[in-house]
Structures are given as structure tokens and as C-alpha cells.
């Protein structure tokens, strides 16, 4: 859409400046100070970070790039140029250290499970999102996802239709679970909270049966053994084919996202609608599992249940439906299907009882994040399925019904969410908190687009200044030892806050944490510096989303210009990848006013406020804001016409 087509956005002068909105723009101003900080005191001058500890096994690849997760998302929200020079550095430097300590083959993973593949590519995703023009980028994700879409790397067995280990990457299925559980004793403290990996083992009924060394070499040699054929965390593999997708259109990338999902519908159909964990190498659901649905690696049995298997489940039905336009013309939501039956099935089993009073296996989290209300009665949901049935009771986790319902917008969705929500108790406040998902605070945000808490924007916004200033005294308090620090420090210590600043900029919650797509309801291009994000000076706040059974939707949109001497203009798009177009614009002004007054008055007057809508058929719309000015608009929006492609408007640095 050329500039000259463009609809004229009226904007009305501050009266006075919204707190939102200062605070907002102080966020950016202070994580721009803070993630300097980090970058200068924890890597090197190729980006790596300064750790000289090697790796004993599979595990910490994703621990080095999950520090830098969301520092792709702080530049697309608006953060500078340099930023992404700095991810990019950070991506180069940390591939090459783990390329030499033996973990990547062909900057990729040589093979672990999805649960922690998902985790580590969420820096990629951000970065292929924020500038798809980088053909470096670009390269790698056609490259890692024919490790998965070409049958000669050996990780697809396109005959069955399922990835062929639970360990998989860029050296193929690898055998078994790797070293460090050729046995299995009770002496491993650090996995206790989550139990026995296997249920059924003679003579193993629980943890303390581990001390028998017979038992432990028992459980060791049958969690090898049965490390075969597909689990239901390698949906998330998905998401590397559809990021490949999202460059150029490529059919045959879809048409695999949309096969291999519904190759798990099928065995879910087949079983009774739940979703099943594991899959032999022959395709017989529970081949390997004397014909249990559960007990596959990082399945219903363990460690997590839900949280992998949801994750997981919920991440590839998203992919389906997103590629589902170029494999079928239309989209199709069929297999959200999947999703909805594991949480209609957790909350049929549910119980009431307090956090407290739970061994539930993820309760530390929980605590935090409830703080006083974790001693009330809560709805308390079965993460876990074995032998013995339904075990492992918490809270439901909000990321997996708050996306379910954000993808499709549908009223039954929202009731599930909501009856979650009214099971959590205290789930719409504002806790001080942050983990190393940086998710949460979904409840009190969704409270804030239903018009309950209005104040949110300003209390969120403060808390995650909060939290910031917590990492950076993190930093200060804990000295680093390279040879002797502990992986997952960079993880803790990591200032760059983006889920507050997601839901209230973009209208999204924070992206799924174990391989999801940075999706958004709303993205920016700055029209003056020709690159994504705010343009400096502006703040963004998303105030309502909504959208019809037709697929037609609204969005209540307020952007403001602090600053008061330079005029900003700003490109608004309804949808990251361009998967919604629009086809209307409510705008808002002011007729009467009198700005800026004279000059002994004290202040201008506010005239009455007007409202218009203006049809359109555009892919964004241009707004100019004037100094200390703003403008309320709501995005009228519908799916588009054409696929969705990574946004390639990009003229940002690129070291």
C-alpha cells in the first residue's frame, strides 16, 4: 500500500500524558542500559558467553541460547539497531563455542529432545522474524529444516509418518537416551521430584526400589531400549518446518507441517481422542510400552505430562492451522481439536486443594507465582498419567488456554480459559515475578482487554521495571566464576523484559517457550528509519481484541507520541507475518478543541470527541503522530488473501 492511498488518522494533542505511557517508554529506555551490561560483562568479543566448563552429555545446547530468547522480540517491538547486531553477534559466537565443545554438527543440535530443541530455537525464530533479509538466517532455516523434511537425514520416516527418535537433530536419531542414564539410581536426588521415568518395571514400584542396583541398571537398560520411534514433544519440530515456510511459500514445507500433525490426530482418534506420547518404530501406538498410550520420553508419564505434552501438542496444532490456507485454500483449526480434549480431560479429573498441600512435582514455580494465595483451595488438574492413573495435581498452566483461545478467538475457548482462571485464586493480580519463560501474568492482562482492571497497563508496566532492576542486581550481587558458573546463571540473570511489553504492544501473550512462533496480533514498522518496531518516542497499547465466527476481527488500538518537539510516523499492521489485512479503520478525533490555547492559560481545551470508520483494504496503515500527541483508532480486520511471509521490511544494522 503506497503512502499516498493512505486514509488521514486524526490525532488529538495531550492534555495530559498517560502514565502507560511513560512507563512503557522508560522500559525500553531502561532494558536498553541493562542488556549493554549483560553483553559487556558475560561474552566475549565474537558473542560468546564466558563459560569454560565443557559438556558431559547431550544437554546444554539450549542453556546458552536461551539467555539471548527474547532479545530478537525487544528489537521488533521497537528496541535499537543495536540490539540486533548484538543478537546476531551473540547467535555467531555461541554456535561457534558449541559447535567446538562437540554439541552442534552443522550449527545444529546433533540430537536431544524437542522439549529442549523448542527452548534453544526460540532465539532463531526471533531472529529469522525480526530480519528475514539476513541470508545467513535465511540459509540456516532451510537447511535445519530439511534435516527434518528431506528422509536422507534419517530423522523422517515418511512411509510411517513419524520422526524416528526421541533424540533427533542434525546427526540423525541418535540410539537410545545418550550416557548419563545407562543407569538409573536414586542416588540422582535432582530428578526425585518427578519420579520413576518408567512405571510397570518388576520390583519397581518406587524411588527408594532405585537403591537396589539390579533396579537401577533395570530402569537404565529400558529407558534405552524403549528411546525409539516418535513422542508427542517432537510436534514442536513443526515449528523449524514452518519457519523454513514462512521465507518463500515453499508447498512442500507446509504440506509436511499439515501431514505430520494430522498423523497424531490419527493416532489420537484411534486411541479415543486423547492425544498418546509415544509411537515404535513400526507405527503401533505403545509398541514399545506393552501397549500403553503414555510412558513415552517426556510424555504424560514423565517428566512434565501436560506441560511437555500440551506445549507440544498446542505448538504443532498452531502450525497446522497457520499452513493450512496454502495446503487446503482455507484455514483449518481441526487440530486445535487435540489440545482442547487434554484440557477437557485434566480439568474432568480435577481436584480442589491448596498448592500447599500438594507434592505436585512443579509446585516450587507455583508458589512463587501464587505467593499468599497458594495456601488457599485451588483447581488442581492431573498433569501426569501411569500406571496407576491420573497423579501429579497443580494448576492448569494459563499459556496453554490463553493461546488456544488467542489462535481462534472462539467463545467456548474462552469459556475454558476462563473457567481455568476463576480455579487459580488471585489469578488477576499483579504478582511480582518472573521466570525464566517470562510468562504469568496472562490472568490480570486478560482481565484488562475485558475492561475489569484497567490500571494494569501501569502496574504491569512498573512490575516489569521491577523485575528488571532484580536482574541487574543479580548481576551485581553474584560474582561469575567462567570455569565453575552454573549454566542456567545467564538464564536467571537475563534484563531484557518483553512479555509485559508483548501483551500491551502487541496484543499477544508471550511466546510458547518450548518452540513456538513469535505470532502478534499488531506489528510496527517505523515509516522514517524504514525498520520494525515503534518508532522512538512512541508507546503502544492494545486495549481489546475480538474477531467473529466470519473470521472478521477488531482491535482497540492507542499510540502515543512523547515526545514534544518531533513528529513520528508509524506503519501498523494487524497481524506479525501478514496472515490478516484490513478492511476498516475506526478513528477517533476531537472537534472544538482549542490547542495549544493561549499562552496565560494554563492549559488547552478538549473539544468533543468524534468517531468515523473508514473502509480499507490494505495490508498496514500509516499514522502520523504530531509532538505530544495521540491517536485512537480500532484495526477492522479479516484474513487475508495471500500467504503469510516472514515481513522483509528491514534496514536495520547487520554486523
Known amino acids: 500500500m503506497s503512502e499516498t492511498t493512505d486514509p488521514r488518522i486524526p490525532t488529538t494533542p495531550l492534555h495530559e500524558v498517560p502514565a502507560w505511557a511513560v512507563l512503557e517508554r522508560r522500559l525500553f529506555d531502561a532494558t536498553e542500559e541493562a542488556w549493554r551490561l549483560f553483553s559487556d560483562r558475560y561474552t566475549g568479543p565474537d558473542g560468546r558467553i564466558l563459560h569454560a566448563g565443557g559438556f558431559e552429555h547431550r544437554d546444554g545446547v539450549d542453556d546458552l541460547y536461551e539467555p539471548f530468547f527474547n532479545w530478537p522480540a525487544f528489537y ?80 523422517y520416516d515418511p512411509r510411517r509418518n513419524l520422526i524416528t527418535a526421541p533424540h533427533n537433530g542434525a546427526q540423525g536419531p541418535l540410539e537410545g537416551l545418550g550416557t548419563e542414564w545407562l543407569t538409573y539410581p536414586a542416588s540422582l536426588d535432582y530428578m526425585e521430584a518427578y519420579g520413576l521415568p518408567l512405571h510397570g518395571l518388576p520390583g519397581i514400584t518406587r524411588w527408594s526400589d532405585l537403591e537396589d542396583p539390579a533396579h537401577a541398571r533395570l530402569m537404565g537398560d529400558e529407558l534405552q531400549r524403549r528411546a525409539a520411534g516418535d513422542t508427542a514433544v517432537n510436534l514442536a519440530a513443526t515449528s523449524l518446518v514452518t519457519n523454513r515456510w514462512l521465507y518463500d511459500g515453499d508447498a512442500a514445507s507446509a504440506a509436511w507441517v499439515a501431514r505430520y500433525v494430522d498423523g497424531w490426530r490419527e493416532r489420537a482418534a484411534a486411541a479415543g481422542g486423547l492425544m498418546p506420547d509415544n509411537v515404535a518404530p513400526d507405527g503401533v501406538v505403545g509398541g514399545l510400552h506393552d501397549g500403553a498410550w503414555y510412558g513415552g520420553h517426556y510424555g504424560w508419564t514423565w517428566p512434565h505430562g501436560l506441560h511437555s505434552v500440551g506445549m507440544s501438542t498446542l505448538i504443532g496444532a498452531i502450525n497446522a492451522s497457520f499452513v493450512s490456507g496454502t495446503v487446503s485454500g482455507s484455514r483449518d483449526d481441526a487440530s486445535l481439536d487435540l489440545v482442547r480434549t487434554m484440557l477437557d480431560t485434566a480439568l474432568e479429573h480435577a481436584i480442589t486443594a491448596p498448592v500447599t498441600e500438594t507434592p505436585f512435582s512443579l509446585r516450587g514455580s507455583w508458589i512463587e507465582r501464587l505467593g499468599p494465595h497458594a495456601a488457599e483451595p485451588a483447581t488442581l488438574v492431573p498433569y501426569r498419567f501411569g500406571a496407576d492413573g491420573w497423579f501429579d495435581y497443580g494448576p492448569l498452566q494459563l499459556d496453554l488456554p490463553t493461546w488456544l483461545w488467542w489462535w481462534t478467538r472462539d467463545d467456548a475457548d474462552r469459556k475454558r480459559l476462563d473457567r481455568v482462571l476463576d480455579g487459580i485464586p488471585g489469578s488477576d493480580e499483579v504478582r511480582q515475578f518472573r521466570d525464566k519463560v517470562e510468562a504469568g501474568h496472562e490472568g490480570p492482562w486478560l482481565a484488562f482487554l475485558d475492561g475489569s482492571l484497567p490500571d494494569y497497563p501501569e502496574r504491569a508496566l512498573s512490575m516489569a521495571l521491577g523485575q528488571l532492576a532484580r536482574r541487574v542486581a543479580v548481576m551485581d550481587a553474584e560474582p561469575v566464576d567462567p570455569e565453575t558458573v552454573h549454566l542456567h546463571f545467564w538464564q536467571r540473570a537475563n534484563p531484557v523484559v518483553t512479555e509485559v511489553l508483548g501483551q500491551l504492544v502487541t496484543g499477544t501473550p508471550q511466546t510458547l517457550y518450548n518452540g513456538g512462533l513469535p505470532f502478534a496480533a499488531v506489528a510496527y514498522t517505523d515509516a522514517d528509519r524504514q525498520r520494525l518496531g515503534l518508532p522512538p518516542d512512541v508507546a503502544a497499547l492494545v486495549s481489546g481484541l475480538d474477531r467473529d465466527t466470519d473470521g472478521n476481527g477488531r482491535v482497540e488500538l492507542s499510540l502515543v507520541n512523547l515526545s514534544p518537539t518531533r513528529a513520528r510516523r508509524v506503519r501498523v499492521r494487524p497481524s506479525r507475518f501478514g496472515e490478516e489485512r484490513l478492511t476498516g479503520v475506526v478513528v477517533h478525533g476531537e472537534d472544538g478543541g482549542v490547542w495549544p490555547g493561549r499562552s496565560t492559560a494554563s492549559a488547552g481545551r478538549a473539544g468533543t470527541r468524534t468517531a468515523a470508520t473508514v473502509p480499507l483494504d490494505a495490508p498496514d496503515l500509516l499514522v502520523e503522530l504530531p509532538p505530544s500527541h495521540r491517536a485512537d483508532v480500532v484495526l477492522l480486520t479479516a484474513p487475508a488473501g495471500s500467504a503469510p511471509r516472514h515481513h522483509q521490511h528491514h534496514e536495520g544494522a547487520r554486523p
Open 76 to 155: 521488533a517491538l521497537g528496541g535499537s539497531d543495536e540490539i540486533l547486531a548484538a543478537a546476531k553477534r551473540h547467535f555467531e559466537g555461541v554456535t561457534a563455542q558449541l559447535t567446538e565443545g562437540g554439541m552442534l554438527t552443522g550449527e545444529y543440535e546433533n540430537g536431544y529432545d524437542w522439549f529442549h530443541q523448542g527452548e534453544s530455537l526460540l532465539f532463531f525464530y526471533g531472529l529469522c522474524a525480526a530480519d528475514p533479509g539476513d541470508e545467513r538466517f535465511a540459509e540456516r532455516a532451510r537447511r535445519f529444516a530439511a534435516l527434518y523434511t528431506d528422509p536422507a537425514h534419517g530423522n
